[in-house]
């Protein structure tokens, strides 16, 4: 297998010296990149999320890894000590990998946030799931330039083709890779089909606030 092309840059090795012994056992993750997908831990303090949209190599250890095809199995890579966030099309995310917070802390991290249900197009992915954003935003914001590299999809599924290959309870999409934002029904991954009838006025499904 290829491992130059994880190779872009290395991760200093004196950066996971001085990590603490909690960020240096690491968080589990599991990247997809356009061909891959890469099964270990990430040697990094704080949020998953925070570390990659730094965009800079993030040490890795105990890495395993496959065609995203599932044409071969998981194999051992121990030659793999770093990822780019760049190489990274979508990142599984679990619940060890985001600080807990209980249903008070979770209900203020979301409550000025509106929240859409959305297909994005990521190729070869596609990721259906729920995008918090700011009042005013809409999900074809997501498109834009911004200083966030990876966006949360929470509740998410990812599928290639008929193919699926994975879900979790939040997916982070490179936003480099984005190409289409899709409004739909996460139950069915389609558009939501229009009512019968004429509009009676007020605010329509996709400006509920949760």
Known sequence: ???????RKKAPEAAVDALP???KRGIPFEGLTEDWRL???????GRMSDALNRREPIAIADVSWAPVDDSAPLAPA??????DPYDLVIVLADGESLPGMNDDERTAHRIHKVSYEVALEVPPYRVVGTVYLYPGSEPDSLLMRSSEMFVPVVDASATM??????TAAAILVNRQYLREVEQVDVRTGERHQPLPGSSMGGVNWTDRAR
């Open 39 to 45: 099964i270990g831990r990430m040697l990094v303090g």
């Open 1 to 7: 297998m290829p491992f130059e092309f994880l190779k």
């Open 161 to 166: 083709g008929n193919l699926s290959v994975g």
């Open 78 to 83: 121990p030659g793999l000590k770093s990822v």
């Open 21 to 23: 012994e909690p960020s």
